[in-house]
């Protein structure tokens, strides 16, 4: 892999966890506003549709961009030669139990240190 394909890739990998700090952020503006501004005789604000749809809209790339990270990490897990298969299997539970905050790791010890196709 070329050194600017690993730099792309890295910045795709920092991704999941802008969009869990956007959704946290947005969830938390929703909350805040809707105490300080809500009535109950004027029913939901417009503010809170927004919000809601938004942190919605949040999440499902939060989703996507998770699930895509770790299927293509399993691949180049799975394909990988270097990696021995202890290292494999540690490597593969710590994708699925650590989740977004193993595949910067992954990333920088595994693919941004690897000399191959520099």
Not at 26 to 33: E, I, K, N
Not at 69 to 85: G, R, V
Not at 96 to 104: D, Y
Request: hydrophobic share 55%.
């Amino acid at each position: 892999m070329f050194k600017t394909n690993k730099i792309v890739l890295g910045i795709i990998t920092l991704l999941p966890l802008l969009f869990l700090s956007l959704y946290l952020l947005t969830v938390a503006g929703l909350f805040t506003d809707a105490v300080n501004v809500h009535r109950p005789e004027n029913g939901p604000p417009g503010f809170m549709v927004n919000n809601f749809l938004s942190s919605v809209m949040i999440m499902g790339c939060f989703f996507l961009s998770t699930i895509g990270l770790l299927i293509y990490f399993l691949f180049h897990l799975a394909s990988n030669p270097i990696i021995n298969n202890d290292e494999r299997f540690f490597w593969a539970l710590f994708f699925l139990f650590a989740g977004i905050l193993s595949f910067p790791l992954y990333w920088y010890f595994r693919i941004h240190l690897n000399p191959k196709n520099q």
